[in-house]
């Protein structure tokens, strides 16, 4: 014993050591100066430069106009309300509407019946792996958890269709969603058991489909205590804005009648009297379907959208196609598949989409560099370098390759700045925290920070080059759940 200790000294933190880095920590008065700051404010805060904040304006030489800022509130569904958002943009200006909103409690319903039905699948084709093999544990480690890719929207769109917020709305574990994938996490985990048990004891997979089919009885009913039964048919109202052109007419008439000295209406007596009634031209339908909803209303089609990826990392070449094992939701429609490019491929596309009028979902690590209450996503704004005087040299390859900078969180990118030379320098974020976050929910990314942070983007194929485009029909490199490629948004 006393020799493992002898040999295992020169591995322990020095107390004589400590003892100079304290010395050396308060002859600096820099270090003071931010000690006092980070322990009373916190580092953010102490880290935020003022020069940094001001060089990102929130003007954009092309913005799109969106409608009211969502809010996910204590759950992992960014991914949804980033995509829900793209296509909410698209429907309030086809339709005319002044703001519109998607039900995403109903694909957040569907997503944990496909998510449990996948991983009992993905059991049964993992019968003979040992419980603590690596693929086994990559498996079980969330069985129906929140997070999630555009890939997973669209499946569950082509699938279910999608419905107005009206005819499903949010409930309290759609908003604070722990507690129900607790328990539902907890009971898929038991049936697994259950399966490799069976399976121990000889029975068939026929057999163990069957075991699996009558779990998603108990799956079905966790989901509609927790979330209430999704609507199969539902009646929708909606008021266009077709007036707006009446109003500038009638105005100008006003305007005309006022000059040549003529009454206004409103001082004849045999003028229609003003009422509150809402005169806007409405939109209905009765006893319509989820998939009719979608056919008839969203004048987009989920699988014309591709997924770029910009990873520089020389295990991950670009020009490739990917697709990563075990990550379906919907069992059906297949593995999620990523086509990646380098930066210059990525930021055109991007450019090219927000410039024709569209807005694009995107994936990035929103933690690094960020201020979520004043809405930045800047190394210039936050500058941890400079409080805890050191600098953080990871480039992007490294960070995805050492795990420091995995996409976490979805977004929309709803502008760009382009500069003098016709490059971007800032872009405009919608989130889905809500708009007490940012500034009425909209954060402004540096274009450094797009290009270090955002790994995912969502285009249309009509923006992507012929180059880019070729690859949609190559064979995808098949890679295991763990290599660093992309992650799960939450």
Known sequence: MTDTIDANEHKALDPQLIRHYAEEFNADRANLVAANAAVASGVL??????????????????????????????????????????LRYEVMHQWNLDDFEFSETYLFFWDAMEKSNTYLENVLATLDEPTDSRIFQEINYGPADDGGWWQMFAALVNKYGL????????????????AFKQYLNSKLREFAADLRARHTAGASLDELRATKN?????????????????????DFLARANDDKNDKSDKSDKRDADAANGAKSDSGDKGAEPKTGKDERRQIREYNITPMEFYRKYVPVDVNDLVTLCNVPMASR?????????????????????????????????????????????????????????????????????????????FDKGQG????????????TLTGVNLGEDGKPNRWKVENSWGKDNGEDGYY???????????????????????????????????LEPWEPLTKRSR
């Not at 990314?445 to 923006?463: C, L, N, P």
């Open 400 to 411: 995805l390759e050492y795990g420091d900078s995995p996409s976490n969180h979805a977004m």
């Open 317 to 393: 070449p670009y020009g490739k196609r990917y697709r990563i094992r075990f990550t379906a939701n919907v069992a059906e429609a297949g593995d999620m598949e990523f086509v990646n490019v380098p930066l210059n491929v990525f930021k055109k596309a991007a450019v090219d989409q927000i410039s024709a009028g569209h807005p694009i979902w995107f994936a990035c690590d929103c933690t690094q560099f960020s201020l979520r209450g004043a809405g930045y996503f800047d190394c210039d704004t936050v500058r941890v370098d400079q409080l805890f005087g050191t600098e953080f040299t």
């Open 444 to 478: 402004v990314a540096s274009d450094a920070w797009f290009d270090r942070y955002v790994t995912e983007i969502i285009i249309r194929k009509e923006y992507l080059d012929e180059a880019t485009r070729s690859l949609l029909a190559t064979e995808p490199v098949e």
């Open 163 to 178: 419905v107005p917020k009206s005819a499903y709305p949010e409930s309290a574990n759609s908003k604070d969603s722990d």
């Open 45 to 86: 805060t102490a880290a935020t430069d003022y020069k940094g904040a001001r060089s990102l304006p929130r003007d954009f030489s092309i913005e799109l106009k969106q409608g009211s800022i969502t809010n996910q509130r204590r759950s992992g569904r960014c991914w949804m309300f980033a995509a829900l958002n793209t």
């Open 214 to 234: 009558d779990d998603m009885s108990t799956v079905y009913r966790i989901c509609a205590i927790s979330l209430g039964e999704p609507p199969e048919r539902f």
